[in-house]
Structures are given as structure tokens and as C-alpha cells.
């Protein structure tokens, strides 16, 4: 993981493509073992967690080019790579668990991270998971607790209880939520341990409760969908 990060660096230094393409057979090695690292996660969650088992790291690993067709900044470039392993892969909807490796400073996130959870969720799903929070609120909040060291993100909440639910809900806050995903950050003297895999592998496994509360309202709403 060294490679990565140093690679990461210097990408963030010299973000354009002319540099990128002088150091495209480096990127093309850091991205194999980046791949590899992605490989023994997934077998790793695997071992509490079935619904992964058969995933390959390109189902759960993103392209290093930006989309920059519709944002003000043009940097070609991530500063960052990542990993988000869940059911069917990364665009399939699915709570599941994420690796974001960033040296720290400036960037997406100032800094690696391991989260667990689901974002950006379709309104049908999303009605359905805050559904879930509505009955199951307690069960969500053990899960929450139950992944010690992470924190619930409520960086993208609405102010008021969504229209069609209780607003004098005791779990008012969980329905507030557009994203469910927990989080912790992740230092780089973790990534560069002998045992890291097994290390990450065994933080996943604490906030697998909650992905696994998510993916069941997932699963029912795409039912319903059907």
C-alpha cells in the first residue's frame, strides 16, 4: 500500500494528464495491487457476510479519471482510490463497505477512511429504508453502537421529518437522513501494516448489523419495484 500512497502524492502534485501518461506503466502496477488488496477484502467479508462472495475487484473499484463534464473543476484526476464492496457490486444499489485510500491534506475527504452503509439512494429505496428506521429503530441504533469507532455521517440531512412520516417520532433524527453510512478515518500506519487486510477486514465486520438492516429494505423495495 505504500506504492499507492506514494503514487497518490505525486498524482496530487502534478494533476494533469501529461504527467499521468509519462507514469501510466506505474499507474497500471499501483492499480494491480490496489486490485489485489480489493481481492482479499472481499474474500475477507465474505467469511461473515455472503452476500459478496464471488465479487471481483473491478466490480468494486472505481476509474482513477474524473468526470468533469459538469463540474467547475477540471482536474482530470482523483486524489484518491477506492473500493466499495456490497451485493452486486458498486452500482448496484446495495449497502455495503467502503475503502477510500487518500494521503492526508487536500482532497475528497483530507484522508483515508473506511464507512460502511449506502448513499445516493433512489426515492422508492430510500422511502423504504427510512420505513425501516420508522419500525426498526431501535435494532438501527444497536447496529450503529455496535460499530464502535465509526460514526453515523449526517453530513446530507433535511432539517424537518420527511411528508408522510411522524415528525414526533423518537427516531425523528434516523428519518431526517438522506444517507446512512457510517464512518471512521482511517490512519495511513494502518494501510501499511503486515496485517492490514485482516485489520480492515475485522473493522467491516462491526458494521456489517447495519448494512445488513439497510440491504434488507433494499431488497424490499426493489421486490415492491418489480
Known amino acids: 500500500m505504500e506504492q499507492v500512497l506514494d503514487f497518490l502524492r505525486r498524482l496530487h502534485d502534478n494533476n494533469d494528464r501529461e504527467w499521468f501518461d509519462a507514469h501510466r506503466a506505474e499507474w497500471t502496477r499501483v492499480k494491480g495491487r490496489f486490485a489485489d488488496f480489493t481481492q482479499r477484502l472481499i474474500d475477507g467479508i465474505a467469511s461473515f457476510d455472503d452476500s459478496v462472495r464471488g465479487l471481483r475487484p473491478q466490480d468494486c473499484t472505481y476509474r482513477i479519471a474524473r468526470d468533469t463534464r459538469f463540474s467547475a473543476d477540471k482536474t482530470p484526476y482523483k486524489n484518491y482510490i477506492s473500493a466499495f464492496i456490497a451485493p452486486r457490486g458498486k452500482q448496484s444499489g446495495y449497502a455495503g463497505y467502503y475503502l477510500h485510500v487518500e494521503p492526508s491534506g487536500d482532497g475528497l475527504l483530507g484522508g483515508s477512511q473506511l464507512g460502511g ?12 429504508v427510512r420505513e425501516e428506521m420508522l419500525d ?18 449526517e453530513g446530507n440531512k433535511l432539517k424537518r421529518v420527511p411528508t408522510g412520516f411522524p415528525s414526533d417520532s423518537e427516531y425523528a433524527e434516523l428519518l431526517k437522513l438522506k444517507d446512512f453510512y457510517v464512518e471512521r478515518p482511517l490512519d495511513e500506519k494502518e494501510l501499511l501494516r503486515s496485517d492490514a487486510v485482516e485489520r480492515l477486514v475485522g473493522q467491516f465486520r462491526l458494521t456489517q448489523p447495519f448494512v445488513a438492516i439497510l440491504n434488507r429494505a433494499i431488497r424490499y423495495a426493489h421486490e415492491e419495484m418489480m
Not at 426498526?136 to 464502535?148: D, I, K, T, Y
Open 117 to 128: 452503509g449506502v448513499v445516493c439512494l433512489e426515492p422508492v429505496v430510500l422511502r423504504s
Open 136 to 153: 426498526n429503530g431501535a435494532e438501527v441504533l444497536r447496529a450503529v453502537s455496535a460499530a464502535r469507532g465509526f460514526r453515523l455521517w
